[in-house]
């Protein structure tokens, strides 16, 4: 048993360490080694406070730590990184950067680890206590949120205060104000946001459950009458440009093997990317945001809508349609709901199995959902992150958020994905989609984009929030009658391109 030599050796130090990772440390027997990482980590991170956090954002750094270890010790530490989860995370990496090392203007930015294990109660209480965790950092940057307690420090006499907590409960009380309930890691407080305050209140109606939030105002350890909400929110200080002119298309929810795929429309498309146009001949990479075949046995009775009823036989044939793409576009393609992948999220790249002939296309780079891919990269020149996401979640937010219904956001998805960038999260609510409940949150956005797409609702619209370009992709399907129950009306062969040099938006439309 180390941990009251390791809990002693941190307190020598003037240093506080996480009670998991003090466990982790314990099941290795090397202790001189791990005072060793413990000092490295600290003099690289420049911090008191050791997590498993702290690992994560200072990986690199771990892995050549790791390296300098005597030979004899590196099999003892094995598990150990297996255990922090950056053996794998690390190796799965380095392995789709070398499935596109022939690209080198497009590289992946943010990717998530394979998982193969059935999850238990304690994996989904990890996660959010994670979520929690880099929530709080990010909020904690706000200058707004002076005098921050946590919720156990409440004491029984009103003063001014600042919380962070994840919402827990919201209701709407008889005299008409909200009612939140919030939790932190040390304990619950309800939070009041009065009616007679208007815009508070409006802002307060925003509020979805499970996510994390900064409110200031005044109170004990009872409640908090609410003055300021504050969300985590994502900015850009500027809309940055490229010094090379060059041409960024994003498309998506193509359903290939549908009755309804509109074929005529795609074959011009495909016949403009390829013609001597004057900015055709400078489109360099295309996105294509999920939903490129229609699947099998997808919902009830899909056999009487399909073209195509073999799975395989709809990945040849969506691939035969890309090869004709000329060669110098890149083509980067994550999945959907569609494409015979699990559901749950982040969802893997397609299947080797059925999607074989997208693998043998030698200008199409295949990635998992959410992804963020960098585009445009030179050498004085940072390039584009484009947060790639197919939008599962949108409906939910759509149809249960009062400011979104009453603005029909499911035909305004741009509305929907700017509240999303608000929360800094892709999926806040624990019921709005299928995930896996993994050591990272997935749907945490950590990297700020440049550019966010989506698909999955089938419209297009392409706006500005805070200078992070929003576009979202119109579908290359026909209406069908799920379209017409979720009360969408799609756009049909509408193509945002960008220039990345000017960033105009121009909508080439191929109905």
Same mark, same amino acid.
């Given at each position: 048993?180390?941990?009251?030599?390791?809990?002693?050796?941190?307190?020598?130090?003037?240093?506080?360490?996480?009670?998991?990772?003090?466990?982790?440390?314990?099941?290795?027997?090397?202790?001189?080694?791990?005072?060793?990482?413990?000092?490295?980590?600290?003099?690289?991170?420049?911090?008191?406070?050791?997590?498993?956090?702290?690992?994560?954002?200072?990986?690199?750094? !771990?892995?050549?730590?790791?390296?300098?270890?005597?030979?004899?010790?590196?099999?003892?530490?094995?598990?150990?990184?297996?255990?922090?989860?950056?053996?794998? =995370?690390?190796?799965?990496?380095?392995?789709?950067?070398?499935?596109?090392?022939? @690209?080198?203007?497009? $590289?992946?930015?943010?990717?998530?680890?394979?998982?193969?294990?059935?999850?238990?109660?304690?994996?989904?209480?990890?996660?959010?206590?994670?979520?929690?965790?880099? #929530?709080?950092?990010?909020?904690? =940057?706000?200058?707004?949120?002076?005098?921050?307690?946590?919720?156990?420090?409440? @004491?029984?006499?009103?003063?001014?205060?600042?919380?962070?907590?994840?919402?827990?409960?919201?209701?709407?009380?008889?005299? $008409?104000?909200?009612?939140?309930?919030?939790?932190?890691?040390?304990?619950?407080?309800?939070?009041?946001?009065?009616?007679?305050?208007?815009?508070?209140?409006?802002?307060?109606?925003?509020?979805?459950?499970?996510?994390?939030?900064?409110?200031?105002?005044?109170?004990?350890?009872?409640?908090? %009458?609410?003055?300021?909400?504050?969300?985590?929110?994502?900015?850009?200080?500027?809309?940055?440009? @490229?010094?090379?002119?060059? %041409?960024?298309? !994003?498309?998506?929810?193509?359903?290939?093997?549908? $009755?309804?795929?509109?074929?005529?429309?795609?074959? $011009?498309?495909?016949?403009?990317?390829?013609?001597?146009?004057?900015?055709?001949?400078?489109?360099?990479?295309?996105?294509?945001?999920?939903?490129?075949?229609?699947?099998?046995?997808?919902?009830?009775?899909?056999?009487?809508?399909?073209?195509?009823?073999?799975?395989?036989?709809?990945?040849?044939?969506?691939?035969?349609?890309?090869?004709?793409?000329?060669?110098?576009?890149?083509?980067?393609?994550?999945?959907?709901?569609?494409?015979?992948?699990?559901? #749950?999220?982040?969802?893997?790249?397609?299947?080797?199995?059925?999607?074989?002939?997208?693998?043998?296309?030698?200008?199409?780079?295949?990635?998992?959902?959410?992804?963020?891919?960098?585009?445009?990269?030179?050498?004085? %020149?940072?390039?584009?992150?484009?947060?790639?996401?197919?939008?599962?979640?949108?409906?939910?937010?759509?149809?249960?958020?009062?400011?979104?219904?009453?603005?029909?956001?499911?035909?305004? +998805?741009?509305?929907?994905?700017?509240?999303?960038?608000?929360?800094?999260?892709?999926?806040?609510?624990?019921?709005?989609?299928?995930?896996? +409940?993994?050591?990272?949150?997935?749907?945490?956005?950590?990297?700020?984009?440049?550019?966010?797409?989506?698909?999955?609702?089938?419209?297009?619209?392409?706006?500005?929030?805070?200078?992070?370009?929003?576009? @979202?992709?119109?579908?290359? =399907?026909?209406?069908? +009658?799920?379209?017409?129950?979720?009360?969408?009306?799609?756009?049909?062969?509408?193509?945002?391109?960008?220039?990345?040099?000017?960033?105009?938006?121009?909508?080439?439309?191929? =109905?």
């Amino acid at each position: 048993m180390n941990s009251p030599y390791i809990l002693k050796f941190c307190l020598d130090k003037g240093i506080l360490i996480d009670k998991d990772l003090l466990n982790l440390f314990n099941e290795t027997e090397d202790l001189d080694s791990i005072k060793l990482i413990i000092e490295k980590l600290i003099n690289i991170s420049q911090t008191k406070i050791i997590t498993k956090e702290l690992f994560y954002s200072n990986k690199e750094q !771990f892995k050549n730590i790791f390296l300098n270890l005597p030979i004899e010790n590196k099999q003892i530490f094995e598990k150990l990184k297996i255990k922090l989860g950056l053996n794998i =995370e690390i190796s799965k990496e380095i392995s789709i950067e070398n499935k596109i090392e022939f @690209s080198p203007n497009v $590289k992946i930015v943010s990717t998530s680890p394979d998982f193969s294990k059935s999850f238990e109660v304690s994996d989904f209480v990890n996660y959010f206590r994670g979520r929690f965790d880099e #929530m709080r950092n990010v909020l904690q =940057e706000h200058s707004e949120l002076d005098k921050l307690v946590s919720i156990n420090k409440l @004491s029984g006499n009103n003063e001014k205060i600042s919380l962070i907590g994840i919402v827990y409960d919201k209701r709407i009380t008889k005299n $008409k104000n909200i009612i939140l309930e919030i939790e932190d890691l040390t304990g619950r407080i309800k939070i009041l946001i009065n009616q007679n305050k208007p815009e508070l209140y409006e802002l307060a109606e925003k509020i979805t459950l499970d996510s994390v939030l900064g409110f200031k105002g005044s109170g004990n350890k009872d409640i908090l %009458f609410c003055n300021e909400i504050i969300f985590p929110d994502c900015a850009l200080h500027e809309r940055k440009k @490229s010094p090379n002119e060059e %041409f960024v298309l !994003f498309i998506g929810d193509l359903h290939y093997g549908s $009755k309804r795929f509109l074929r005529e429309s795609f074959s $011009k498309f495909i016949n403009y990317l390829n013609s001597d146009d004057s900015e055709a001949i400078k489109i360099k990479y295309l996105f294509i945001a999920g939903d490129i075949i229609t699947g099998v046995g997808n919902y009830p009775n899909q056999e009487p809508d399909l073209e195509i009823i073999d799975l395989e036989e709809q990945f040849i044939g969506v691939a035969e349609l890309l090869s004709k793409i000329r060669k110098d576009i890149k083509i980067i393609i994550s999945p959907g709901n569609h494409d015979c992948i699990r559901l #749950m999220e982040p969802q893997p790249i397609f299947d080797e199995k059925f999607a074989w002939p997208l693998y043998e296309l030698e200008n199409v780079i295949l990635t998992k959902n959410p992804s963020t891919i960098n585009i445009g990269a030179t050498e004085n %020149f940072s390039g584009f992150n484009v947060l790639n996401y197919h939008g599962f979640s949108y409906f939910y937010y759509a149809k249960t958020l009062s400011h979104l219904i009453k603005q029909k956001a499911a035909n305004k +998805p741009e509305l929907i994905m700017s509240y999303l960038l608000m929360n800094r999260h892709l999926a806040p609510t624990h019921t709005s989609v299928q995930y896996a +409940p993994t050591e990272k949150d997935n749907h945490f956005i950590r990297e700020i984009p440049d550019i966010f797409v989506s698909g999955h609702v089938h419209k297009s619209a392409v706006s500005y929030y805070n200078n992070i370009l929003i576009v @979202s992709v119109s579908c290359w =399907e026909a209406m069908t +009658p799920y379209m017409e129950k979720m009360g969408s009306i799609p756009d049909f062969c509408k193509v945002p391109m960008v220039n990345l040099k000017t960033r105009a938006v121009k909508i080439l439309d191929f =109905e």
